[in-house]
T-cell receptor, first 117, second 114 residues
């Protein structure tokens, strides 16, 4: 069972609102990630962090921002939500957990389904 | 271009039957291949991880195979159960150290009917 938590599970908001999606893990993992997933489509990496005060943009351009002030916490913020931001957002973390560097395990949260009206 | 292609896109089988899902990739250099199960509205959960030297790996009723020469993998599900209904995602990593760059397939949507 993965110890990575996302809140809220579902969020419906109006255009122009500022939102923050929360993600926390209790596994002590240095690496954390945010993915975006639309129905029937592959996951796209939008942000990642390899440790505290380290954040990078992923492959998919996103208007969201992230912060990593504490190891266990990796929130994602949208300053002004738009209908095009409607999607599922998945947070993940990775660590050795007894494996090798090659087989580093990736654990996902349950996701936040965001709907912007 | 590095890609991961999965087939079929969707599959319906009866409870108790076996099925095989396919994954073809062009990712290079290859590091490892992972299969994930994703229930509707949930995050993916890891089933297997295979490196270049591994041809097969099992996790209960799930058995994954890898042919690194032909760049193909399959996930075989034995004696399917209703709870196997989910999307099965193939993910390929291109680097030998840590997690590397991950390439995700679009998944095969499996439905198991009673």
């Amino acid at each position: 069972e993965a110890d990575i938590y996302q809140t809220p599970r579902y969020l419906v908001i109006g255009t122009g609102k500022k939102i923050t999606l929360e993600c926390s893990q209790t596994m002590g993992h240095d690496k954390m990630y945010w993915y975006q997933q639309d129905p029937g489509m592959e996951l796209h990496l939008i942000h990642y962090s390899y440790g505290v005060n380290s954040t990078e943009k992923g492959d998919l351009s996103s208007e969201s921002t992230v912060s990593r002030i504490r190891t266990e916490h990796f929130p994602l913020t949208l300053e002004s939500a738009r209908p095009s931001h409607t999607s599922q957002y998945l947070c993940a973390s990775s660590g050795r957990d007894g494996g090798t560097p090659t087989n580093e395990k990736l654990f996902f949260g349950s996701g936040t389904q965001l709907s912007v009206l | 271009k590095n890609q991961v292609e999965q087939s079929p896109q969707s599959l319906i089988i009866l409870e108790g039957k076996n099925c095989t899902l396919q994954c073809n990739y062009t990712v290079s250099p290859f590091s490892n291949l992972r299969w994930y199960k994703q229930d509707t509205g949930r995050g993916p959960v890891s089933l297997t991880i295979m490196t270049f030297s591994e041809n097969t790996k099992s996790n209960g009723r799930y058995t994954a195979t890898l042919d690194a020469d032909t760049k193909q993998s399959s996930l075989h599900i034995t004696a399917s159960q209703l709870s196997d209904s989910a999307s099965y995602i193939c993910v390929v990593s291109d680097r030998g150290s840590t997690l590397g760059r991950l390439y995700f397939g679009r998944g095969t949507q499996l439905t198991v009917w009673p």
